[in-house]
Structure formats: structure tokens, C-alpha cells
């Protein structure tokens, strides 16, 4: 199994732009994450999806949209990214049956706004 | 919104020595994950306390979960340089599967 997958690694967007970050999970979990990481900050969720058709805003939506089409699939959606959304994001998955809440992060993408 | 403070924010010790890293926080959560980080990568589960005054043990590493949920410490005996990296509790509440991060502590273990 690959796990968590994130594509792109690394993006550079001018203010403005748009872009789509990419997450895919073949472990058949039902929950799927969004995070973003910055210094002194910690992870901070942007948005979930409980199963497919279904998604929640987290603690930091604003500028960010989601769709879960698929089980697999749970791409990231910049709308017009500014200077404030570079960040460093990751995606993460969970089974649904884990009482234990643990999350299985991809690799990240690193994105910068200029 | 829960917060979920870290201390220390960094700490470089040299190897061989002990540390202590505390979480804490001012509300209840169901469970409680610690998390190591690697530069370049995701976070990695390394352990969940679910019980309050738990206490698990992974090789040189001793998780606690406090007595009324609220707070966790993670002790590290005789760390070596491979135990560097960047430290995170998590606290999750609920079914939500919502978790909420502390900051982090980076640790340097000098050799």
C-alpha cells in the first residue's frame, strides 16, 4: 500500500492564482484531513470529509474549497491564493472503526505565495 | 477553540541525557496522541492514551495521560540523536475525528 499520497511536493503561485492540491489514500479510510503547518504553529485542520459527498469546515477554512467524489480522493482547492497561504500542507486519513482517532499523514506539499 | 500548549518550544540536550516534554491544556479530550515529525515529511503516530493516568511505554519513550484528561507528558531516557526531530501532541474530542495540534517541541539530541 502507498498510504497517503500528496502531489504536488513543492508549488510556487503568484497572488491570484488558482491551484488544486492533490490526496489520495488506498486504505479505505473514511475520514480525510486537511491541514496546514506553519512555524510555532502547529497543525491547523482547514477542512474534513467524514465519507464520501461529505465534508466540514475546520479551524482555518476561509480561501479553501473541498469535494470528496470518491472514498480514494480528497483534493484541495485554492481558490485565489495570497502571500498568507503559504504554508506547508498535509493531507491525512483515518478509519472510521479507530477509537484511538489515529491519523496517517502524506508526505506534504510546500507551497509558496508571491 | 481547544488549545493545546507545548513546552518547552525547543530543546537541544546532548546524548545520553533525559527530557521531558509537557502538553496541557484547559479542556477534556477523549484521547490523546503524541506524534514525531521528521523534516520533509508527515507526522508520524507514535502512541494514543486513552485512559486518564495512563501510562504507555515505547522503548525509551514513556507517554502519560493526566488523571482528568486534560494534560500528557512525553519522557525520554538516554536519548540518542536518532529521537531529533519535531515533537506534537494532538487531543481529539468526540467523533468528529477532529483533532487540535499543540505547537510542537523540536528537539536536537547533540552526539
Known amino acids: 500500500n502507498a498510504g497517503v499520497t500528496q502531489t504536488p511536493k513543492f508549488q510556487v503561485l503568484k497572488t491570484g492564482q488558482s491551484m488544486t492540491l492533490q490526496c489520495a489514500q488506498d486504505m479505505n479510510h473514511e475520514y480525510m484531513s486537511w491541514y496546514r503547518q506553519d512555524p510555532g504553529m502547529g497543525l491547523r485542520l482547514i477542512h474534513y470529509?467524514?465519507?464520501?459527498?461529505?465534508?466540514d469546515q475546520g479551524e482555518v477554512p476561509n480561501g479553501y474549497n473541498v469535494s470528496r467524489s470518491t472514498t480514494e480522493d480528497f483534493p484541495l482547492r485554492l481558490l485565489s491564493a495570497a502571500p498568507s497561504q503559504t504554508s506547508v500542507y498535509f493531507c491525512?486519513?483515518?478509519?472510521?472503526?479507530?477509537?484511538?482517532?489515529?491519523?496517517?499523514f502524506g508526505p506534504g506539499t510546500r507551497l509558496t505565495v508571491t | 477553540t481547544q488549545l493545546l500548549e507545548q513546552s518547552p518550544q525547543f530543546l537541544s540536550i546532548q546524548e545520553g541525557e533525559n527530557l521531558t516534554v509537557y502538553c496541557n491544556s484547559s479542556?477534556?479530550?477523549?484521547?490523546l496522541q503524541w506524534y514525531r515529525q521528521e523534516p520533509g515529511e508527515g507526522p508520524v503516530l507514535l502512541v494514543t492514551v486513552v485512559t486518564g493516568g495512563e501510562v504507555k511505554k515505547l522503548k525509551r519513550l514513556t507517554f502519560q495521560f493526566g488523571d482528568a484528561r486534560k494534560d500528557s507528558s512525553l519522557h525520554i531516557t538516554a536519548a540518542q540523536p536518532g529521537d531529533t526531530g519535531l515533537y506534537l501532541c494532538?487531543?481529539?474530542?468526540?467523533?468528529?475525528?477532529?483533532?487540535?495540534f499543540g505547537s510542537g517541541t523540536q528537539l536536537t539530541v547533540l552526539p
Open positions: 479542556s477534556v479530550f477523549s484521547s
Open positions: 491525512a486519513s483515518s478509519h472510521r472503526g479507530s477509537g484511538s482517532h489515529e491519523q496517517y
Open positions: 470529509s467524514v465519507g464520501a459527498g461529505i465534508t
Open positions: 494532538a487531543g481529539a474530542t468526540g467523533s468528529a475525528r477532529q483533532l487540535t
